[in-house]
Nanobody
Framework: QVQLVESGGGSVQAGGSLRLSCAHS????????MGWFRQAPGKERERVAT???????SYADSVKGRFTISRDNAKNTMYLQMNSLKPEDTAMYYC???????????????WGQGTQVTVSS
């Protein structure tokens, strides 16, 4: 497991932007695949976006064109730039890491503590 620490959540109006950060331990093996999940009250945790060590990305259909995942391996930090936010994006966002892709919530070995994103209409 690796240590993951999220930051950057907050409250914003619909149409606004936020950038989440996930600082992680220097462990290229166990952070080969990293991503963001989110969980709204009463709903299952869903995968939002993933990125490999080499920079290959994938996105949930609901965020394509609005969210961008990236990572700076020299700084051991992953990011999620969220633009054109909608009220339905409101959730707790979690950073995740594992040695294998794809990330699935039942198999991910390292999780952050979560950061709340609230989008008001």
């Amino acid at each position: 497991q690796v240590q993951l620490v999220e930051s950057g959540g907050g409250s914003v109006q619909a149409g606004g932007s936020l950038r989440l950060s996930c600082a992680h331990s220097a462990d290229t093996y166990n952070t080969y695949c990293m991503g963001w999940f989110r969980q709204a009250p009463g709903k299952e945790r869903e995968r939002v976006a993933t990125i490999t060590l080499r920079g290959a990305t994938s996105y949930a259909d609901s965020v394509k064109g609005r969210f961008t995942i990236s990572r700076d391996n020299a700084k051991n930090t992953m990011y999620l730039q969220m633009n054109s936010l909608k009220p339905e994006d409101t959730a707790m966002y979690y950073c995740a890491a594992d040695s294998l892709c794809p990330l699935t919530s039942g198999r991910v070995r390292s999780w952050g503590q979560g950061t709340q994103v609230t989008v008001s209409s």
